[in-house]
């Protein structure tokens, strides 16, 4: 495997894998909508991948000397970043213990990181002051990070030339699109959503193992 991982990156062939594990999860949960329900085996499967990418990157950093300081910290977001999305997944410890989250406004439970992009939606959707407020600054956000891909497309163009870094920001859209899925309330795009997750996990935990060219 390591001399596999070593080889010119075939970023496309990245990319069209990413895409065919989505729908072949998507039809796989067509078929079998059981394997794709909240705390079923995909989604069990998906915390799993998530905390193993975690345990991976605090790995490296214990048993690996790495080039510099960049990539320590790198390294650390990561490994935090997966501890947090595994938490997520499980509702932060609420369906192991049995214990309950808090309420949201609407309906639901404030139980992972997803719930923010509805908590938003839903002051949006209330049509009063704070809905415009909430509105404008999320246009104003979303306008500014179009500039600042903008101008900085030619270092971004070199970033995504490494194949860490490409496979990192192929996993961040990846769950970027999985919150937005979230706020669709249909059972397919739910199913279609699940099988997002699991890929972006499947992603990350090929972006570490990546790195460390096991």
């Known amino acids: 495997m390591a001399a596999w991982l070593k080889r010119p990156f075939p970023f496309p062939v990245l990319v069209l894998s990413a895409t065919a594990l989505v729908c072949l999860l998507f039809l796989a949960g067509?078929?079998?909508?059981?394997?794709?329900?909240?705390?079923?085996?995909?989604?069990?499967?998906?915390?799993?991948?998530?905390?193993?990418?975690?345990?991976?990157?605090?790995?490296?950093?214990?048993?690996?000397?790495?080039?510099?300081?960049?990539?320590?910290?790198?390294?650390?977001?990561?490994?935090?970043?997966?501890?947090?999305?595994?938490?997520?997944?499980?509702?932060?410890?609420a369906r192991l213990?049995?214990?309950?989250?808090?309420?949201?406004?609407?309906?639901?439970?404030?139980?992972?990181?997803?719930?923010?992009?509805?908590?938003?939606?839903?002051?949006?959707?209330?049509?009063?002051?704070?809905?415009?407020?909430?509105?404008?600054s999320l246009l104003?956000?979303?306008?500014c990070f179009l500039t600042a891909v903008y101008k900085a497309r030619h270092p971004i163009e070199r970033f995504l030339q490494?194949?860490?870094?490409?496979?990192?920001?192929?996993?961040?859209?990846?769950?970027?699109i999985g919150v937005l899925l979230d706020l669709v309330p249909s059972r397919k795009?739910?199913?279609l959503e699940e099988a997002v997750e699991f890929t972006a996990a499947i992603v990350l935990v090929w972006a570490l193992l990546v790195f460390r060219r096991v």
Do not use: C
């Not at 609407?106 to 139980?111: K, R, T």
């Not at 104003?140 to 306008?143: G, L, S």
């Not at 490494?162 to 970027?176: K, Q, Y």
């Open 30 to 93: 067509l078929i079998r909508p059981s394997i794709m329900v909240e705390d079923g085996p995909v989604e069990n499967a998906s915390a799993a991948l998530f905390l193993y990418a975690s345990l991976l990157g605090f790995w490296t950093l214990a048993t690996r000397a790495l080039a510099s300081k960049l990539d320590f910290k790198l390294i650390l977001g990561i490994s935090l970043f997966s501890l947090l999305l595994f938490l997520s997944e499980v509702s932060f410890g």
């Open 162 to 176: 490494h194949r860490f870094n490409f496979t990192l920001v192929l996993h961040i859209i990846l769950l970027a």
């Open 140 to 143: 104003f956000a979303f306008i």
């Open 97 to 136: 213990f049995d214990f309950e989250m808090p309420p949201m406004e609407g309906g639901g439970e404030f139980d992972g990181g997803h719930d923010i992009a509805i908590i938003l939606l839903r002051m949006m959707q209330k049509g009063d002051v704070t809905s415009l407020i909430v509105a404008l």
């Open 189 to 191: 795009v739910s199913l």
